[in-house]
């Protein structure tokens, strides 16, 4: 069936530095791929998306490119920041159905 | 995107009481969900919100513990009820306008039974 495997957490990261976070998905059709983050005693806020293969999603300096090949939605930032602290959780949707990771604790310390 | 009010943000309640949470967008959509997330986990869908008709629910969820609502295109509620403190959760309401598109999220009502 459809679902995603996330990378285990928790990371922890110095400031200014590469953040990568794996994603991989399954699929029988053709999905649109998300990441989410969820901020301390927040809900769910969409950080960015894909809809098609080779599409990269951008916000915020964090960038994922939709890999139909590697079936893959890859998490990036070239330097973190304190503020990126928060929980990261990969998702697909297909059809009306959606699929959430488990989900990636980020801690950034000075 | 959407604007989406959950009330209340927190609760502490007693066991054996019942819950309604409130979720209310500012513009009509197409899908509600709801959707549990335990302490340090991942998001559990509870059930599908339909307009008009009776709640799709997950399996592991049944419609006398979580009675749901929709009235209307902007609002759900969905009840918690006879309480147990292993209901203790994040519940969150989600909205979305169709297939492979991206869901909104509410701030979540966080519940402690005691």
């Known amino acids: 069936g459809d679902s995603v495997t996330q990378m285990e957490g928790p990371v922890t990261l110095s400031e200014e530095a590469f953040l990568t976070i794996n994603c991989t998905y399954t699929?029988?059709?053709?999905?649109?791929l998300f990441w989410y983050v969820q901020y301390p005693g927040e809900g769910l806020q969409l950080l960015l998306k894909?809809?098609?293969?080779?599409d990269k999603g951008s916000n915020k300096g964090f960038e994922a490119t939709y890999r139909k090949e590697t079936t893959s939605f890859h998490l990036e930032k070239g330097s973190v920041q304190v503020s990126d602290s928060a929980v990261y959780f990969c998702?697909?949707?297909?059809?009306?159905?959606?699929?959430f990771g488990t989900g990636t604790s980020l801690t950034v310390i000075p | 995107s959407a604007v989406i009010s959950q009330k209340p943000s927190r609760d502490i309640c007693q066991r054996g009481t019942s819950l309604t949470i409130q979720c209310q967008v500012d513009?009509?959509?197409?899908?509600m969900f709801w959707y549990r997330q335990q302490p340090g986990q991942s998001l559990t869908l509870i059930a599908t919100?339909?307009?008009?008709?009776?709640?799709?629910?997950e399996s592991g969820f049944v419609i006398d513990k979580f009675p749901i609502s929709r009235p209307n295109l902007t609002f759900s509620t969905l009840t918690v009820s006879n309480m147990s403190p292993e209901d203790s959760s994040i519940y969150l309401c989600?909205?979305?306008?169709?297939?492979?598109?991206?869901?909104?999220f509410g701030q979540g009502t966080r519940l402690t039974v005691v």
């Open positions: 989600s909205v979305g306008w169709g297939a492979n598109t991206e869901a909104f």
């Open positions: 699929a029988t059709g053709y999905p649109s």
């Open positions: 894909a809809t098609k293969a080779d």
């Open positions: 998702a697909l949707s297909i059809g009306n159905q959606f699929y």
């Open positions: 513009s009509q959509v197409t899908m």
């Open positions: 919100a339909n307009q008009g008709s009776e709640a799709t629910y």
